[in-house]
């Protein structure tokens, strides 16, 4: 024995070492490549709650999590027993269902490959395997009465190799990927169509009503897609029930390869329709960054990075957003690990890709969430400072509420035969009813104040025109004995991702923001929106009024319209095509309310 060997660690007592000289340490050639997780030395402590014999190495990590021996003659779902006996792994009730499911014709046609494949080297001192294994359940309850010499004396073939595929977990389940049945393929025809849901948890159903905007639908489900199970069972928990308009438009066509230049309104799913087939070509296999998604603020890459995180995290994908303000030295150490797939602001990712640190030359699809914005002439020089940086194969996606003239020229530049997709026959989402009232500036926190004791608000967003007034309406607001959170551009990125998160999950009712919060941010609670400063053009307007009535569900939006704004009222009611209605003095709540509404922040 080498006492080098951190197998041999640890001094077992004087009657287990001929065990560990019998079973020398080697690499067992019958594993998937990947999938067990092999380890010297003294095994966890829930090891020996099983029953396993300290000190007795080496083990791997087999099915379920649960240890083996490595040596000839074992394979998946076997493990080391009492006594050096092998013993079945016990198996998830889905398992043993899908391996008794399989027709026993097909088996014979793999198993030659399979055999010779799974074959261990042959063992100098133990040159017959290992002794068989009764019924699963059985033996797993109870310890083997047999010894070790016993097991010795009585030698068996070893299980064939069509046992050995039929019992073995996939990579994706051996990754912690999900609870489900490890023999399930991911093609949507392996098993019954609500096999991969079992031991899946739904959130709680949204029984609100819901206008057409999200409703007006082909009738398709996602899994007339074909996607990945592991991707299906992260929509499933996400609550995503069928897919939207934009969805069903978008899919498809972005699975194909085509370029994609989509336009739907605000909270109609646009964020999801692009996220499924980019996780979708993702392969896990392969560490590099395979996809891009260019947003233009901090706060909605951290939501679309999370998103993706709880689409895929059946998948094992890796997600890394960046953004301007953070730590560079941070994403350099984390860009020395795997990541599939980069969410950044343009800044931040052109700047990590130009210092080598970020390898794009691979990435095969990149997203411009609202493209707008991001080809606007702020953004314009980078964007395209990024399409240079990525490979000439990409597949390019633009996605966007308003498609002003600089999006076609870019697309006509850069997005060769790209399909189009306009879900925009109207501007407005149904659900928003919108009202203004007509007040002088020194009445403008008097009004509300009414505003707010006359409405049933479950959360608000209050935007201002400058970070000056939004930080003495939100000082304004507090003096009157309301919850109230601000947030704008110059604030430290620390300070404005604290508020972000807090407000999302209810920590407060009311959030005065400037523009900085008009596009993308997606939190169904929210209900109603104020200008206390009307904005100077449609496009502003538009997104602004889309942070309420999210995903088809009921909103108001209501304007404080002074004497200087009303030309700019009249002119957004004409280029939208929407009548902007006077507030009347009781507002029906049943255009806003919903029965069903999530419970308001405290």
């Known amino acids: 024995m080498n006492p080098t060997n951190p197998a041999h660690q640890g001094a077992a007592p004087q009657q287990q070492q001929p065990q560990q000289q019998q079973h020398a340490p080697f690499v067992p050639q019958h594993m998937p490549a990947g999938q067990p997780v ?18 007795f190495p080496p083990y791997v990590m087999g099915p379920n999590g649960m240890p083996m021996m490595a040596q000839p003659g074992f394979a998946p779902p076997y493990m080391m027993g009492p006594g050096g006996v092998p013993m079945a792994v016990p198996q998830h009730p889905v398992q043993q269902q899908q391996m008794q499911q399989p027709p026993q014709q097909q088996q014979p046609q793999a198993q030659p490959q399979k055999q010779a494949a799974a074959a261990p080297a042959p063992a100098p001192a133990a040159a017959q395997p290992a002794a068989p294994v009764a019924a699963p359940a059985s033996t797993a309850a109870a310890p083997a009465p047999t010894t070790a010499a016993a097991a010795a004396a009585a030698p068996a073939p070893a299980p064939t190799a069509a046992a050995v595929v039929a019992a073995t977990p996939s990579p994706a389940a051996s990754a912690g990927s999900s609870s489900s049945a490890s023999s399930l393929s991911s093609s949507p025809a392996a098993g019954s169509s609500a096999d ?157 890709a130009q210092k080598g640190v970020a390898n794009v030359t691979q990435a095969r699809v990149v997203v411009f969430d609202e493209a707008d914005k991001l080809l606007s002439p702020e953004f314009l020089p980078v964007a395209e400072q990024m399409l240079a940086l990525l490979p000439p194969t990409r597949q390019v996606m633009l996605y966007s509420a308003t498609f002003p003239v600089s999006v076609k020229d870019f697309s006509d530049r850069y997005l060769k035969n790209a399909y189009e997709i306009n879900l925009m026959e109207e501007l407005t989402l149904k659900g928003i009813t919108q009202y203004y009232a007509f007040v002088e500036e020194r009445q403008k926190v008097h009004c509300l104040n009414t505003l707010f004791s006359k409405l049933q608000i479950n959360q608000s967003i209050i935007f201002c025109n400058s970070v000056q007034r939004v930080e003495l309406l939100a000082r304004k607001i507090t003096e009157l004995g309301y919850s109230c959170f601000y947030i704008h551009a110059k604030m430290l990125q620390s300070h404005r991702n604290r508020v972000f998160h807090d407000f999302r999950r209810g920590a407060c009712r009311n959030l005065v923001c400037s523009d900085l919060f008009t596009r993308g941010i997606d939190i169904q609670a929210v209900n109603v929106v104020i200008n206390f400063d009307f904005p100077k053009n449609a496009e502003t307007y538009l997104h602004r009024i889309g942070r309420s009535g999210r995903y088809g569900h009921l909103g108001l939006a209501i304007n404080l319209i002074t004497y200087d704004d009303r030309m700019n009222l009249l002119r957004i009611e004409q280029e939208l095509g929407a009548e902007i209605k006077p507030i009347p003095a009781v507002v029906d709540k049943s255009l806003y309310v919903a029965s069903e509404a999530p419970a308001p922040a405290q």
Not at 38 to 55: A, C, H, S, V
Not at 196 to 206: E, F, H, N, S
Request: net charge positive.
């Open 38 to 55: 092999r380890f010297y030395g003294q095994p966890p402590q829930q090891f020996y709650q099983q029953g396993f014999p300290p000190n």
């Open 196 to 352: 991969w849901k079992v031991g899946l948890v739904a959130p709680v159903k949204d029984l609100r009503p819901k206008t057409e905007d999200v409703t007006n639908t082909k009738g398709n489900t996602f899994e007339d897609y074909h996607l990945k199970r592991e991707l299906l069972m992260g929509i499933f928990e996400k609550g995503y029930e069928n897919p939207s308009p934009i969805q069903e438009e978008s899919i498809p066509v972005a699975l194909a390869g085509r370029h994609v230049l989509a336009r739907a309104k605000n909270g109609t799913g646009k964020t999801a329709a692009y996220l499924i087939p980019l996780l979708e070509m993702i392969d896990t296999g392969k560490p590099h960054i395979q996809a891009v998604v260019l947003v233009p603020t901090r706060e909605l890459a951290l939501q679309t990075s999370q998103l993706c995180k709880e689409l895929g995290k059946h998948m094992g994908v890796k997600v890394m957003v960046t953004t301007g303000g953070t730590s560079l030295k941070d994403d350099i150490i984390r860009l020395q690990e795997t990541v599939h797939v980069l969410v950044a602001t343009p800044g931040r990712a052109v700047d990590l």
